[in-house]
């Protein structure tokens, strides 16, 4: 807080992410908040203005969610999104009903350009509509302006009371001019300034931690990813020597990761820290020894991952302060951010054990999203290369793994993993040495992900029954919706003549096109 703030209030919507993404990408601090949250709890954040998202309930029906009607006297700035515009429009008298014409997908929308939500706009613009039920009659006060051949209500306003909502959602990629909405709502509707800079947050975060810690000591769960990398850079910047930064290696790492991760933090590396590697990889074999059910084997893996720090912590002697790099999405697909469904357990927040012996968690990075994560990394100055990895989650091939984890099994992801990243990376240089710019199928994370499935294959004339391997490729800004990378075929081809020839115990190999939605970008 003491920030200017867009609170982005959730109604269970797909995007909530996005749209608090696209505030901060116009230079404003969003937070989301759960409609279950007392208005009291929103009018704490002093917001420059509200954002409803949407959601996948009708407004009219008994325990849909709702709000409320004093959130509309607040004298700040309201956008209603989808469900939010029809709640708007509900609450305040109008009429909500179901569409004779389903709309979704790409459609065309005539707008009056005159009105401040679309100054800049064409008067003819593509938007990304989702919708059962629609707008019948606008509430008291509103006029629309925006509309379909099939929605008369596309968009609408009370510029009298800085009222203003969309059936579209301005948020997604697909709506061609969507970022001009939201930078009109948040800079000429609530006159927010571009405040929120990441060399600001770096300076506010620094001096935040030296306040907190004083002269303890804190122990950093160091995993070698973007996320504690940047952690680490950061809190060693803020405390220097106090911060111990404990890498352990759980066996659930990428081929070799665990000897790189080494050599860059390690004493030979280039940063100046205090740095301890833990080799536990057959403890977790143990407690994961039978599990196959995808939160079990986070939880047990986020207990796990507490247990060590503690014992590290009473090696060490006194260490006040347990820190991770746990960032945003993180917190809002545990669950303890906004109204989404539990989507998973990250290890680091909602896979903590009820009891932890530290007096305290720190969290730099936990306000941000991927992208200003890196940012923060490169305001540090950490490598490129570094800041720029592929994501890898906290639990490492243990979601990467269907069903129990076995050593073979963590072996032959492994393996498989390594050659698709391989010959994926030796294709998009090839295609960069011939062409002069990166390749359009580049996805932005690949990976390779061993099935608990079995079938009949030949090699050798021999009959085989072994594990199909399934590969991963996805494209995406935000890593909150993607799509399946169309890697060419030759290459798919290469990567499955290599794994089938080089690892022992797979005989299939899947190529996985689902994109998220539906589905999540890691399999479990």
């Known amino acids: 807080m003491g920030k200017e703030t867009i609170v982005v209030l959730d109604f269970g919507g797909q995007y909530n992410q996005l749209i608090a993404r696209r505030v901060r990408e116009s230079g404003v601090y ?15 954040w002093d917001p420059k203005g509200i954002i409803l998202t949407g959601g996948p309930n009708s407004v009219y029906e008994e325990g849909a969610p709702s709000y409320t009607t004093e959130l ?23 009429k909500v009903g179901t569409a004779p014409v389903r709309e979704y997908g790409k459609i065309e929308v005539t707008v009056k350009n005159d009105t401040p939500l679309f100054e800049g706009v064409s008067d003819k613009t593509i938007c990304w509509m989702s919708h059962n039920d629609y707008i019948e009659k606008p509430a ?7 509309w379909t051949d099939n929605c008369p209500s596309a968009a609408l306003e009370n510029r009298d009371r800085n009222l203003y909502a969309t059936q579209y959602h301005p948020e997604v990629l697909h709506t061609q001019e969507g970022t001009k909405m939201l ?16 060399d600001t947050f770096v300076e506010d975060s620094i001096k935040a931690i030296r306040d907190k810690v004083g002269d303890g000591k804190v122990l950093l769960a160091l995993s070698g990813g973007v996320d504690s990398s940047v952690a ?36 030979e590396g280039k940063f100046d820290l205090n740095f301890i590697r833990v080799n536990a990889q057959d403890r977790y074999y143990v407690k994961l020894a039978g599990e196959d059910e995808p939160e079990r084997k986070r939880k047990i893996i986020g207990e796990e991952f507490i247990r060590v720090f503690e014992e590290e912590a ?29 989507i998973k357990s990250h290890h680091n927040v909602g896979g903590l054990p009820d009891y932890v012996d530290f007096k305290e968690i720190i969290e730099p990075l936990r306000d941000l999203f991927k992208d200003e994560v890196r940012k923060v990394g490169l305001e540090l100055g950490l490598p490129r290369e570094l800041v720029f990895r592929q994501p890898f989650p906290g639990p490492g091939l243990g979601i990467r793994i269907i069903g129990d984890v076995t050593a073979e099994k963590v072996r032959i992801v492994q393996d498989s993993d390594f050659i698709y990243r391989q010959e994926v990376d030796k294709a998009a240089r090839e295609y960069f040495e011939a062409n002069g710019v990166e390749a359009p199928w580049m996805p932005n994370q690949y990976f390779a992900a ?18 199909a391997i399934a590969l991963r490729a996805v494209r995406t800004i935000d890593f909150m919706t993607a799509e399946a990378a169309d890697i060419p075929f030759e290459v798919l081809q290469i990567v499955m003549n290599r794994i089938i020839n080089e690892v022992k115990g797979i005989n299939r190999v899947f190529y996985d096109i689902t994109s998220k939605p539906p589905g999540t970008i890691e399999f479990e």
Not at 30 to 44: A, G, H, L
Request: net charge negative.
């Open 30 to 44: 969003s937070v989301i908040c759960s409609y279950r949250q007392d208005i009291e709890e929103i009018k704490k």
């Open 232 to 267: 680490a850079g950061l809190l060693s910047k803020a405390i220097g020597n106090q911060l111990t930064c404990v890498f352990v290696d759980h066996g659930l790492l990428r081929k070799n990761e665990g000897d790189e991760v080494e050599q860059v933090f390690g004493k």
């Open 140 to 146: 008291p006060g509103f006029v629309n302006t925006a």
């Open 183 to 198: 930078s009109n709502f948040v800079h000429g509707i609530c006159g927010c300034s571009d405040s929120w800079r990441m």
């Open 450 to 467: 061993l099935t608990n499935v079995r079938s009949v294959g030949v090699m050798g004339d021999e009959r085989t029954y072994d594990y």
């Open 314 to 342: 009473k090696k060490i002697g006194a260490v006040d302060f347990l820190a991770q790099g746990t960032i945003y999405p993180d917190v809002v697909e545990s669950g303890l951010g906004g109204e989404s469904a539990v």
């Open 72 to 94: 509309f006297e607040l004298g700040v700035p309201v956008l209603g999104i989808c469900y939010g515009a029809q709640l708007m429009t509900h609450l305040l008298g109008g």
